[in-house]
């Protein structure tokens, strides 16, 4: 018995602890200055859909200064490919990097929300490792799945103490009322949180409003 509740107290010991450094993670993103003397690396998560050409607009507005650029994107996800292709063959800047990570998608269109569970935790055994190399100084993504696994690796780089990843989160503009579910899961966790519909900015005090973005 004596023991049972010894693992029990130290099962919530390091949860408690493990709270204690999330909250210091996330509270200390908007005093994080990345490329203060240098470039900026970028992982940029795009999704099916039009979520892929959302985050390329979002990308024409970003200087040079953001490089090397990692797009992430789902392994079943040809025309996302195409399209992060083509912009960037577009740009021709000197000394412009970029690549194409892949991952296990996350949540399948119509797919089950018991089953969706597994194949996200599979999809963050995949994203560890991935952002382990890459070690980049911000996540941009705006809603696809495959951003949650994503931003939740970069998180647990910084609970490690390994290295601060802001998390920079833009809803799309499809959303006007109502948050999309990434939304809603990356809302508390996220360093900056863009919408660009005031409605939504009445209703999640943390949200950032700057009109369209995209």
């Known amino acids: 018995m004596a023991a049972l509740l010894g693992i029990m107290f130290a099962v919530l010991l390091l949860c408690f602890l ?54 992430v994107i789902a392994d079943t996800d040809r025309i996302s490919e195409e399209k992060i292709c083509a912009f960037e063959n577009s740009k021709q800047q000197a000394n412009s990097k970029f690549a194409i990570c892949r991952i296990p998608r996350s949540r399948e269109v119509h797919q089950s929300w ?50 601060k990843v802001l998390i920079v989160y833009v809803e799309s503009i499809c959303r006007v009322h109502m948050l999309s579910l990434s939304g809603k899961i990356l809302y508390p966790l996220s360093d900056y949180f863009f919408v660009q519909w005031p409605s939504l900015r009445d209703k999640y005090p943390k949200a950032i409003f700057l009109g369209r973005l995209v």
Do not use: Q
């Open 18 to 71: 493990f709270i204690c450094r999330l909250y210091m993670v996330v509270k200390m993103g908007p005093k994080h200055r990345p490329g203060a003397s240098g470039p900026v690396s970028v992982v940029v998560v795009a999704g099916s859909g039009g979520h892929t050409s959302e985050i390329l607009r979002l990308m024409e507005c970003l200087s040079a200064a953001y490089t090397p650029r990692h797009y």
């Open 114 to 163: 018991s089953s969706s569970v597994i194949s996200t935790l599979n999809a963050l055994w995949y994203s560890l490792p991935l952002m382990l190399r890459l070690k980049p100084d911000v996540v941009l993504c705006n809603g696809p799945g495959t951003c949650v696994p994503m931003c939740a690796a970069g998180l647990l780089l910084g609970i490690l103490g390994i290295k």
